[in-house]
């Protein structure tokens, strides 16, 4: 799997960049799905009827990948439904009638951190899970020998067209950045770290080299990069910031790097100041039906209808609604949908921004190809998926496919690409289960 500086120039529509932060009002209600990271959901421990307060843990970690919940307003838990999630499952939520109050709950206070075990089972407790999108639980990237480390790599790259929240975070989070760096170096030895930036926010990495300038216990190094989409692939970021690379089926650990967002790194410094759990999030809104594109800090949970209505409402109805940006967003049925911990945009598209037009056949011009960071050809992985052929899925390396969607951008022919990316990874882990379940 090679790496190069393939990919696709997007349009940037970084419309929100200077624009004021609003924090909105709160909502009458809050939504709190149990299933808020990659891993097991976390169970309820709240009944209908309870009394919670801001910061009160609702719903318990069930596994070693899975991650607590937390009350993101205070009032009081009218209903436990089942929420329908953007992948078809259906996990328990939380739903909170908020008292306008906000009253936050007696036990938070900033942790004790004297040792490495103190500084990993904070970021457990405090819900924080990777902010960039994915969800993943941040105590267990950590949670490994500390020789494995060489470099803490900050994702703050934020190569999606129209989100800004990451880069809100740079400019104006930098003492909770500060405050988390001291804490990783101090407790588990993280001594280099590389915050990698697309070349389009100036501000930003003016503002980061500010941050590395002040710093005494962390070699903090400011790297710009080039505006090419998706330089913030995990794997992508890593190799543009290290030179190393990731092989296939391997982690970032395996070869000596820990990457983190940068609104990741700024929650757990605020944890660590404050106590307070992950309950808030700065969310991007934006996309052509947005009167009023803009920044917001919304309780986690607020239905997405209130973003929008706090956002000037929505011109005409959108063709689409999503979690994030247009290019790796995940489409929602409609704005009653609640934010959860991993969003950091929503967006709701024009027709011609969600890019529907007719699909044709495909022209064999390789453009998917040259487009993919990891030299994958996504029209073969298509026809190998259309022929229901699971070993040449395996041939032709479809698991590491980071799902970016550049092949499906610059397809002339409008083809489903990374989508049958996507369908071939399910189909070749059910041969690989019937295979495994006739041994």
Same mark, same amino acid.
């Given at each position: 799997?090679?790496?190069?500086?393939?990919?696709?120039?997007?349009?940037?529509?970084?419309? %929100?960049?200077?624009?004021?932060?609003?924090?909105? $009002?709160?909502? =009458?209600?809050? /939504? @709190?799905?149990? #299933?808020?990271?990659?891993?097991?959901?976390?169970?309820?421990?709240?009944?209908?009827?309870?009394?919670?307060?801001?910061?009160?843990?609702?719903?318990?970690?069930?596994?070693?990948?899975?991650?607590?919940?937390?009350?993101?307003?205070?009032?009081?838990?009218?209903?436990?439904?089942?929420?329908?999630?953007?992948?078809?499952?259906?996990?328990?939520?939380?739903?909170?009638?908020?008292?306008?109050?906000?009253?936050?709950?007696?036990?938070?206070?900033?942790?004790?951190?004297?040792?490495?075990?103190?500084?990993?089972?904070?970021?457990?407790?405090?819900?924080?899970?990777?902010?960039?999108?994915?969800?993943?639980? %941040?105590?267990?990237?950590?949670?490994?020998?500390? $020789?494995?480390? =060489?470099?803490? /790599? @900050?994702?703050? #790259?934020?190569?999606?067209?129209?989100?800004?929240?990451?880069?809100?975070?740079?400019?104006?989070?930098?003492?909770?950045?500060?405050?988390?760096?001291?804490?990783?170096?101090?407790?588990?030895?993280?001594?280099?770290?590389?915050?990698?930036?697309?070349?389009?926010?100036?501000?930003?990495?003016?503002?980061?080299?500010?941050?590395?300038?002040?710093?005494?216990?962390?070699?903090?190094?400011?790297?710009?990069?080039?505006?090419?989409?998706?330089?913030?692939?995990?794997?992508?970021?890593?190799?543009?910031?290290?030179?190393?690379?990731?092989?296939?089926?391997?982690?970032?650990?395996?070869?000596?790097?820990?990457?983190?967002?940068?609104?990741?790194?700024?929650?757990?410094?605020?944890?660590?100041?404050?106590?307070?759990?992950?309950?808030?999030?700065?969310?991007?809104?934006?996309?052509?039906?947005?009167?009023?594109?803009?920044?917001?800090?919304?309780?986690?949970?607020?239905?997405?209808?209130?973003?929008?209505?706090?956002?000037?409402?929505?011109?005409?109805?959108?063709?689409?609604?999503?979690?994030?940006?247009?290019?790796?967003?995940?489409?929602?049925?409609?704005?009653?949908?609640?934010?959860?911990?991993?969003?950091?945009?929503?967006?709701?598209?024009?027709?011609?921004?969600?890019?529907?037009?007719?699909?044709?056949?495909?022209?064999?011009?390789?453009?998917?190809?040259?487009?993919?960071?990891?030299?994958?050809?996504?029209?073969?992985?298509?026809?190998?998926?259309?022929?229901?052929?699971?070993?040449?899925?395996?041939?032709?390396?479809?698991?590491?496919?980071?799902?970016?969607?550049?092949?499906?951008?610059?397809?002339?022919?409008?083809?489903?690409?990374?989508?049958?990316?996507?369908?071939?990874?399910?189909?070749?882990?059910?041969?690989?289960?019937?295979?495994?379940?006739?041994?």
């Amino acid at each position: 799997m090679a790496f190069s500086l393939h990919g696709v120039h997007v349009p940037h529509r970084k419309h %929100t960049r200077h624009v004021p932060v609003l924090r909105m $009002e709160l909502p =009458d209600r809050v /939504i @709190l799905p149990m #299933a808020q990271h990659i891993g097991k959901p976390a169970t309820p421990i709240v009944k209908v009827g309870d009394q919670v307060k801001v910061g009160q843990k609702i719903g318990e970690m069930s596994g070693y990948i899975s991650s607590p919940i937390h009350a993101s307003v205070s009032g009081k838990v009218s209903k436990i439904i089942d929420h329908r999630q953007h992948d078809g499952s259906t996990v328990p939520a939380v739903v909170i009638d908020s008292d306008g109050l906000m009253t936050v709950d007696e036990s938070i206070a900033p942790p004790v951190v004297n040792n490495r075990e103190d500084l990993i089972a904070a970021i457990k407790e405090a819900g924080i899970v990777g902010l960039g999108g994915a969800g993943f639980p %941040t105590y267990v990237k950590f949670d490994v020998d500390p $020789e494995r480390i =060489d470099y803490l /790599i @900050l994702n703050g #790259a934020e190569c999606e067209p129209y989100v800004t929240s990451d880069t809100i975070t740079m400019i104006s989070r930098g003492d909770d950045m500060a405050t988390a760096l001291k804490a990783l170096a101090q407790h588990l030895g993280i001594r280099k770290a590389i915050i990698g930036i697309e070349n389009n926010k100036p501000t930003a990495i003016s503002k980061m080299r500010e941050l590395a300038a002040s710093l005494t216990d962390c070699d903090l190094q400011v790297k710009p990069l080039p505006s090419v989409y998706p330089q913030g692939g995990e794997k992508v970021l890593i190799y543009h910031t290290t030179g190393r690379t990731v092989p296939m089926g391997k982690l970032p650990i395996d070869v000596g790097c820990v990457v983190v967002n940068v609104t990741t790194l700024a929650a757990i410094g605020a944890y660590l100041t404050t106590g307070m759990p992950l309950v808030e999030k700065c969310v991007t809104v934006d996309g052509g039906c947005v009167t009023k594109p803009q920044n917001v800090i919304v309780p986690v949970g607020t239905p997405l209808s209130n973003l929008f209505e706090a956002s000037g409402g929505l011109k005409h109805e959108a063709e689409k609604l999503i979690y994030g940006g247009p290019m790796m967003g995940i489409t929602v049925p409609d704005a009653s949908v609640p934010v959860l911990k991993s969003t950091n945009a929503i967006m709701a598209l024009t027709r011609k921004e969600a890019k529907l037009p007719k699909t044709t056949a495909c022209i064999r011009c390789g453009a998917c190809t040259n487009s993919c960071p990891f030299g994958l050809a996504p029209a073969a992985i298509s026809k190998a998926y259309d022929n229901r052929d699971a070993a040449q899925l395996e041939a032709l390396a479809v698991n590491a496919c980071m799902e970016c969607g550049c092949c499906s951008f610059v397809c002339p022919a409008n083809r489903p690409l990374v989508q049958k990316n996507k369908l071939g990874k399910v189909l070749l882990r059910e041969e690989k289960a019937k295979e495994a379940k006739k041994k």
